[in-house]
């Protein structure tokens, strides 16, 4: 108990001198990121004007949609987006929101977000004149995209599960090894020059050695100690903490993409429009689904995995090596969480949140399909990416993400075992 007292006090302590550390300290900016429908607009003119009236500075979005502009002091400004340099096809959403007023506090650097929509669907809605053709093409490309999200979703959210239905851990800290992986590949590609696609196998590797690592040297201690799962919950969340911390020390605050495939001209097919790189990840990532799925079901480690996750105590007395099995599923989880962080930084920016971000949603994939089971994730997770590009039809874009949590609330009232997950006896 009191080397348990130790240990969470030093951990306090350096969390805090990690926080009031002058390292976080940054100058005063305003700064962005333009896209449309998940890709990048460049060559888009942004200005400045502080609240007297006298002009700050203009920039044009970059290669990658990014922009960012310097202020001398905290204070009011307005910023303007020349409506007139958006490439043709693409306005704002709202065509009054051209100029927002936003206010920088000391030592902040402000997000601005301009909403940007394909012609004839501002205002959140599809103009008067659209033909029925027209919605169903929106509907065909939300489809589409629904289907990418749902697809990096269902490859964070099936380590989740697997973890969960081998050991019973809720962990919180899973977002942070899609950070990992994302800034793994970000390294190699960006900083050591190495190929995005070589830098993603790297990245995918480490991922599944620090999984094996954290359940060889952290959680499996945990549980030869007795700790309870209550216990080891709240420690995850702790340990998720820390690692951002330790992600925004050394990466910055700021988002950054890849080196690689950042501004890819869109392809045609059908009534879909996406960047080349899209149609590539989602085949990645269905063959890696596919993989996982076929090994637990085929595999002597993937037939014992499912044992393990049935009857823990069972599987152990029929010769089944627990720990061991344990550990594969840590350090599959952590290899398919990084590919995750992959994909989810080629297709927006990395940043040290990405992988808090999307925790949510992987939880909510996870219980939507049924805990503990790697399919019911995969399922639960594409219901969610299809609900939240699909709900932007009848609602603003800003509450997409509300709506697919309506959702899981719902199922889980009238369905609490989830789509795929089995029905328990309580008490």
Known sequence: MRRAVIAFTAFLGGLVLLLSSPAWAEGEALKGTLQNQGQPVNGVKISVVAEDGSPVAAVTTGADGTWEVPVSKAGKYKVTLDQKTLPSGIGLKFKDKGTLDVQVYEGNQRNVLFALAPAGQQNGGNA?????????????????????????????????????????????????????????????????????????????????????????????????????????MI?????????????????????????????????QVGPISAAPKNFIAMGVELAVLVIVGVALLKTRTGKAARAVADNPALAASSGINVERVIQIIWTVGGAVAALAGVMLGLAQNINYQMGFQILLLVFAGVTLGGLGTAFGALVGSLVVGLFIQLSTLVVPTELKTVGALLVLILVMLFRPQGILGRRERIG
């Open 235 to 267: 420690i995850s969340i702790g340990l998720a903490l820390f690692l951002r911390y330790i992600f925004l020390f050394l990466f910055g605050g700021e988002s950054r993409p890849f080196a690689e495939y950042n501004a890819q001209p869109g392809i």
């Open 128 to 232: 008067s004149g659209e033909s029925a053709s027209s919605v169903w093409d929106r509907v065909a490309q939300l489809t589409f995209e629904g289907f990418n999200l749902g697809l990096i979703i269902a490859l964070a959210a099936m380590g989740l599960s697997l973890v969960f239905g081998t050991t019973g851990l809720t962990n919180f800290a899973h977002g942070e090894l899609l950070t990992l992986g994302a800034m793994a590949a970000y390294l190699f590609n960006a900083v050591l020059g190495v190929p995005l696609i070589l830098s993603a196998v790297i990245a995918v590797v480490i991922g599944g050695a620090f999984g094996y690592l954290q359940d060889r040297f952290f959680w499996g201690q945990l549980r030869k100690r007795g700790s309870s799962l209550v216990a080891m």
